[in-house]
């Protein structure tokens, strides 16, 4: 067998082109300006550098905001986490200030939720009480939020309005902090998407699976319109990496069946880590048809805030 020998090229002919006539991504009016101590919210917004995810929370901030102006349809599917994580009254806000026009989340956020209103605490310590068997068995949660769901399942309500009407109608001392509350306040349509099993009201004795399963449906067939409307609007995801992604797929799959005009619209998927799911079914696969789709990675505690006051401040309120 042979051995091929090499020789070192030479680079005395190579060809080059000046840099001036090169297409860059990155150009001296992107970069970002030092923060001015005093300065304001919107001066640090307009120092952040163009590029990559602040770019990207310009791009959505602009988006919620046009949308918001043509009277487009903005509509937030959130995760459990986003309402341990504090951000309840920025959702809240956003809904009394006529910005968001529907919630939906997965069950968790109903616990979470009830939790915050009726005792002004939730998010229990899980290993700890896992050893004993008492993880999840708070009372009051699955007693209300069962009942609720019972009751308004007979009426043919899905769980968000159940569980809104029963917040809202009580007398807990910090219902001011319940965003489905908030949403039967406002005659806001709110959606509720369960898996049987993943939430701990599930374990109780009160707990009603036709109920909760009818209720369930009620919501999906009402997300749908809610995703039948999006022509123009905007659809945020915040922390449901499972159950928010999966319906809103389901739901545009079935509006555009049922010959809604769903074509051109903007998805963000907001999360810790990106999935390769949520990227496919919230980003990638809704806005082939037109619109576009944006990924922004980070701490909800910290991005969604960003967020909200960039739309806040481009409206002006």
């Not at 067998?1 to 001296?28: E, L, N, P, Q």
């Not at 990559?52 to 995760?79: C, D, P």
């Amino acid at each position: 067998m042979s051995t091929k020998k090499f020789k070192a090229v030479s680079t005395k002919k190579v060809k080059t082109y000046s840099i001036k006539k090169r297409k860059s991504k990155v150009s001296a009016s992107a970069l970002s300006l030092p923060h001015s101590s005093g300065g304001s919210f919107n001066g640090f917004l307009d120092s952040l550098p163009d590029v990559l995810a602040a770019k990207n929370l310009k791009a959505v901030s602009s988006a919620v905001i046009k949308a918001h102006q043509s009277g487009k349809v903005i509509a937030l599917g959130i995760g459990a986490h986003v309402i341990k994580t504090g951000l309840s009254p920025l959702i809240i806000d956003l809904m009394e200030r006529g910005i968001v026009s529907s919630i939906s989340m997965n069950g968790a956020c109903v616990i979470h939720d009830f939790e915050l209103a009726y005792a002004g605490q939730t998010s229990e310590d899980v290993a700890s009480e896992l050893k004993t068997g008492k993880f999840g068995m708070s009372e009051e949660t699955g007693k209300f939020i069962n009942n609720a769901i019972t009751k308004g399942a007979k009426k043919g309500f899905g769980i968000g309005r159940s569980v809104g009407e029963m917040i809202e109608a009580s007398n807990f001392a910090n219902k001011n902090l319940s965003i489905l509350g908030a949403a039967k306040r406002l005659g806001l349509a709110t959606t509720v998407h369960v898996a049987i099993g993943t939430d701990i009201i599930h374990m109780h004795p009160s707990m009603d699976g036709s109920a909760t399963g009818k209720a369930s449906e009620v919501d999906f067939r009402l997300l749908t319109s809610v995703v039948g409307a999006l022509e123009g609007g905007v659809f945020i995801n915040i922390g449901s990496a499972v159950i928010v992604r999966e319906v809103f797929l389901k739901a545009l799959s079935l509006a555009r069946n049922l010959k809604y005009k769903v074509n051109k619209f903007t998805t963000v998927n907001m999360d810790f880590i990106q999935h390769y799911r949520p990227a496919m079914n919230i980003v990638s696969r809704p806005t082939m048809t037109g619109g576009k789709g944006y990924a922004l990675t980070g701490h909800h505690e910290i991005m969604v805030p960003l967020l909200f006051g960039a739309i806040i401040e481009g409206l002006g309120d």
